[in-house]
């Protein structure tokens, strides 16, 4: 992994030189971890002009057994308790003959900006803005076979709990549930708070469990992913509770499918993201339902699961091969409850097969 | 809690007023909670010279079904997708005739804080501190209710996993275990990651669950919380696995509940927080483990499990009456392990009867 690291650092400090800075210090937790392996949380990551370095606010020992940072990287741990890394690591540029050091704005708190600013004082600081997640957006297959792993682990948990006994359960239960077996799967964990929504909750975006019972007759959506090495995925599924779904289920259930279809479909390079994004929204447009519609309809997954690029009718921008992206439409009626279909894909050349869908069960409407 | 709020509020008014500014924008998550209910994370407070009012990415519909907050204040939508509350609120503040206006620089990036101040350019921007986390250190017999009904929570579940067979299964299993029964006895979740630590792994402060398990002979070193109403507690207990702990087991248990129990005892309204971390503290450094010891050997909580006061040698301040805060000493042994143990307490004036206890698991070493 270490060359993949240094490769990364190397297009990184070539953007920053070409920003003028001879430094760069990258802050944002999942861009220290894309530039230079697991570390705990709050380490950051220093480009300097003769070396690039990583400074902690506590030492790498075995109170953190997950970190594997790169190992060409030393390691500079803040003395005391309490004191910045990023202060510590402007310092260090500064040593190093840095006159100027690009850090991330974005992500730095106003009071961290000033303290880096007072540990030295004679550099200039520019803002680096979003190169990193720029740089993350196209994925190595490296990084896209952690999601696809983790895309099996998401699949699992699903069909298990599909198979069990759901009627007279809460929200919360299933999905407790469902995350204790993405561990059992050998996930890190969920990769985002598992989202189970029930009757008229069913098809919300982002709706958090509530002590709501899985009735006979409900809409039941579902959305979790696992996070496997740092990276996360998305899978949503909507089922029907009970033996017979209603004809306004099957509708809106069918209508939800060849909107979301429709945007899987117009994944290839070179798509403009609000094309992918219209592709879906307007099959539902169309059916009347403008207005329960999400503002977003798909986004980019990787060590965050909401990365860049963003499907939404504003969007700017056009999709590469080798972007994981989620497609992910929706309808929810108040009161009435509704549907939400969410798979995880890799763009392709047609060449290549088109998209490849990492998200694999089963599409159908299935009654449970 | 309409009336509580707006006490609040005109708290943080008067100091900002003091300080010279009309208005304030909080943004910090907890800080919004605490002085107009339950929203959003996104969502920010603007006091305004004429009106206070929050500002949401997206209107409070059904999406927030958790969303309770305080019913006086407007709320205003950002339009479209993806703007900033905080640069809305900038110019409803400027709206309302303020000519400063005071943020939370500690919370705000520096590009959030940039795009306000385009937002609204003829506003000074002063610094608000951390003001509203200063409101928040004591509490009132509401929040210390939700604390106090949390902490039953958590003894809960830690009883009942106590009750079931540990051997042979592994760290993330009895976390994730643990984490289901704090919300089967209505936790809103954990109030953080349950930490369960077993062998080489027990002792350590903020140890994230591997899929080491249980083994006879085992130090089980266990920290776990509930969320209630927002408000976070923690407990944390060390058991032997098997029939009778080692010498060295039964020596290093008493040694920290020897230091535990000195910090517990030196929780009254008026004392210094190093002297309460220094009373647990030299046990420990008496019996040669200055090294094996955490930065911290307690904090304070609420809204947020790590809140101030904290008790490190360094610390500057007093103790006051209804501060709920943590007392957890511990020892790690690199390759063998170690001890913890965790109560949440409420500092109490000593004809009150001292501080109360929250978390009342028994401190005896237990063998399962």
Redesign the interface.
Known sequence: MSEVYAVRRTRLRECCNAGGSAAALVSRPANVRYLAGAVPEDTVLLLGPAEDLLVCA?PL???F??ARPDEVLRVHVVP???GDPAALAAGLAAAQGADSLA?E??????????ALGSAAPRLRLA?VGTAVEQLRVVKDEEEISCLRIGAEIADQALGELLESILVGRTE??LA??L??RL??HGADGPAFATSVATGP?SG?????P?DRRVEEGDFLSVCLGAAYRGYRCAIGRTFVIGTAPADWQIELYDLVFTAQRAGRESLVPGAACRDVDRAARQVLDGAGYAEALP??TGHGVGLEIDEDPRM?P?AMGKLDACVPVTVEPGV?L?GRGGVRIDDTLVVRPEADGGPELLTITTKELLAL
């Open positions: 506590a020992d075995d109170r057994p997950q005391g308790d309490g850090v704005e974005h992500h730095l708190t106003v009071a961290r900006h000033r803002d919360r239960h407790l549930e995350e204790r561990v059992d909750n919300r975006p982002g709706h958090r509530t503002a977003v939404t504003a929810h108040p």
